[in-house]
């Protein structure tokens, strides 16, 4: 059983930067695609980046420039790296991971973690 434990969050000024970390374990040794996802208070969880099991990444156009996804393969770590943080960034940022998907829908992805709260204030 793969779990997912999600670090990193905290509050920030809008134009800081935060890196948020994502440790894996109960890997059986395949590659998965992992991605990050976002709920805000009262809107539905949406597809933030994602990095497929052979380094294809793919960002959502508001954080595109901005946010960078990568990983740690000795690790088992998942990053992200989030810059130039704006108020609309505030959420609850969750790790996922599939043996197969990599995209945006988050009923697709098969693990999830249980998130680590970004706030960013104006």
């Known amino acids: 059983q793969v779990q997912l434990v999600e670090s990193g969050g905290g509050s920030v000024q809008a134009g800081g930067s935060l890196r948020l970390s994502c440790q894996a374990s109960g890997y059986t040794g395949r590659s998965y695609s992992m991605g990050w996802f976002r709920q805000a208070p009262g809107k539905e969880r949406e597809g933030v980046t994602f990095l497929d099991s052979v380094g294809n990444t793919g960002y959502a156009d508001s954080v595109k420039g901005r946010f960078t996804i990568s990983k740690d393969n000795a690790r088992s770590t998942l990053y992200l790296q989030m810059n130039s943080l704006k108020p609309e960034d505030t959420a609850m940022y969750y790790c996922?991971?599939?043996?197969?998907?990599?995209?945006?829908?988050?009923?697709?992805?098969?693990?999830w973690g249980r998130g680590t709260q970004v706030t960013v204030s104006s």
């Open positions: 996922a991971a599939d043996p197969i998907y990599a995209g945006y829908s988050r009923s697709r992805y098969t693990y």
